[in-house]
């Protein structure tokens, strides 16, 4: 979970006929008579949390998730958890771990110091006062840090950038750690490197980044950084969605954190959440799954893509410092509706030879081109959708290979990489046929670039 927050999304006809036949043919069932729940519910009630509008369920669509039990209104308060139910980093330095955290220089970050708890609680099992939490903890996640290299291999570039990136920072935070958790010897039983392990250390990473949600904390002395994180049980078996709204944050009144509905839930549906206006990009990598009918959903253009069709343009390089200089090429996006304002006004520019210098930053704030110069933009966001059109396409026929002869948990990774490619491949269909009628049709890929003297 993350930082929540709502949207709105208003889906047609057709659209709301395919949700009301779909959500008949969603099954759940109880989780509440499990023992791990039964100890999770009797674990927080203790810790003066009570619950009679949620059920621990499972859905046929979803997984684990929340069940209501009853119709919740409009403006109702779906869970008030308790600030002694929340794992902050201050739950860490009121620990066995805190002595230690309190005395380490350099400063512990609050994310370090609730991972390293987080594994030493689940180290000491059934004696840890948490144990009822972390024994519904997922054991493993389909997040990039877990992929494997043959999975990483199949995602979109820019995906696979940043989750290379991601596994960087994870092995740099376990391998900078090392003489921190050395000292903490004395309250293991085992040694500290088969305990705190890489693995270990991103299990608990992946929990706090998959499930935690945003609460800011003052500062101490004792850690280094911004502190907003906060481990929430039974809440953080929330699930997301798009189109649902929410308002939630912690109550300095109650000492709660709430939740609150915003157009309400039916009885015996599931309760659903909004980590906020993420594409499915970034809900894989940070949460490690895809949100079906995403309205925020695009695919994004890499700079080395736009190199590689754009490469007999001589002044290229300048033009992509140009671009670099001025912010421009990040979030070049195409949408089932088309290419992005951003890509499109960057495709202008690059347009533009090189005796037109002058006229580059106006292009950047929106002045018009010439009808050829134009044309030939909006021939380039063609050839840009049929080239990552064509890596799609490879990569799910690569995934459908990998399937045939991978197991679990690769075949988790792999199905949740399938659904994100597959998404592309609707999105960058859609987005062809609408540069189909956006200009005259040419069925060269790229023609070269206009020779056109002014800018009108």
């Given at each position: ?6 949207c ?5 006809r ?12 969603i099954q759940s069932?109880?989780l ?9 519910m009797?674990f ?11 059920q ?7 997984g684990r998730g929340?069940q ?12 008030s ?7 902050t ?11 230690f955290?309190?005395c380490?220089k350099p400063?512990?970050?609050?994310l370090l110091?609730i ?10 099992g059934?004696?840890s006062?948490w ?9 493993t996640?389909?997040c ?10 199949v995602?979109p570039?820019?995906v696979q950038?940043r989750?290379?990136?991601q596994r960087e ?6 391998s900078?750690?090392q ?12 040694p500290?490197e088969?305990?705190l392990?890489y ?18 904390h003052?500062s ?6 911004q502190?907003?994180y906060?481990?929430?049980?039974f809440?953080?078996?929330l699930?997301?969605?798009?189109d ?7 109550n300095?009144?109650t000492?709660?954190y709430?939740?609150?509905?915003v157009?309400g839930?039916?009885?015996f ?5 909004n980590?906020g ?10 949460y490690?799954?895809?949100a079906?009918?995403?309205?925020h959903?695009?695919?994004?253009v ?13 002044s ?5 410092k ?12 195409i ?5 992005s ?16 210098y002058?006229?580059?930053r106006?292009?950047?704030l929106g002045?018009t081109?010439c ?6 933009s ?7 959708c049929?080239?990552?059109?064509q890596?799609?396409?490879?990569a ?8 045939q002869?991978?197991e679990?948990p ?42 056109v003297?002014?800018?009108?």
């Amino acid at each position: 979970m993350g930082d929540m927050g709502g949207c709105r999304h208003r889906a047609g006809r057709t659209a709301r006929k395919r949700r009301g036949k779909h959500k008949s043919t969603i099954q759940s069932v109880s989780l509440c008579h499990q023992l791990q729940f039964v100890r999770l519910m009797k674990f927080l009630h203790q810790r003066g949390f009570t619950s009679t509008l949620l059920q621990p369920a499972v859905f046929t669509d979803t997984g684990r998730g929340l069940q209501t039990l009853k119709t919740i209104k409009p403006g109702e308060l779906i869970i008030s958890l308790p600030e002694s139910c929340l794992i902050t980093a201050a739950t860490a330095l009121d620990s066995d771990l805190g002595q230690f955290i309190k005395c380490w220089k350099p400063r512990l970050s609050p994310l370090l110091a609730i991972c390293v708890f987080l594994v030493c609680e689940r180290h000491r099992g059934e004696a840890s006062d948490w144990f009822p939490y972390i024994s519904v903890l997922p054991d493993t996640y389909t997040c990039p840090a877990y992929f494997t290299d043959e999975v990483m291999a199949v995602l979109p570039a820019g995906v696979q950038r940043r989750a290379v990136e991601q596994r960087e920072a994870l092995h740099e935070m376990h391998s900078t750690s090392q003489d921190f958790f050395r000292s903490l010897q004395p309250i293991l039983s085992q040694p500290t490197e088969d305990v705190l392990t890489y693995e270990a250390l991103r299990w608990a990473w992946c929990s706090v980044n998959t499930r935690s949600v945003f609460m800011s904390h003052p500062s101490n002395n004792f850690l280094s950084g911004q502190d907003n994180y906060a481990l929430a049980p039974f809440l953080d078996l929330l699930n997301h969605r798009p189109d649902v709204q929410v308002k939630a944050s912690f109550n300095d009144v109650t000492r709660c954190y709430e939740i609150r509905s915003v157009s309400g839930t039916q009885r015996f549906q599931q309760a659903f959440i909004n980590y906020g206006s993420h594409d499915n990009q970034r809900l894989l990598l940070e949460y490690g799954f895809v949100a079906t009918n995403n309205p925020h959903s695009v695919v994004y253009v890499e700079t080395d893509l736009l190199c590689d069709v754009l490469r007999g343009d001589k002044s290229l390089d300048q033009k992509i410092k140009f671009l670099r200089e001025n912010n421009f090429l990040h979030n070049l996006t195409i949408s089932t509706e088309g290419p992005s304002w951003r890509l499109m006004t960057a495709l202008r520019l690059l347009s533009l030879p090189q005796a037109l210098y002058h006229h580059w930053r106006a292009a950047l704030l929106g002045q018009t081109v010439c009808e050829e110069m134009e044309e030939w933009s909006f021939r380039t966001a063609k050839t840009l959708c049929q080239r990552l059109l064509q890596n799609t396409h490879k990569a799910l026929d690569k995934i459908s290979h990998l399937l045939q002869e991978c197991e679990q948990p690769i075949r988790e990774q792999l199905l949740t990489v399938r659904s994100l490619r597959q998404e592309e491949r609707c999105i960058l269909g859609s987005c062809l046929e609408t540069l189909g009628g956006s200009f005259k049709q040419n069925d060269n890929l790229l023609s070269c670039q206009p020779n056109v003297g002014d800018v009108t």
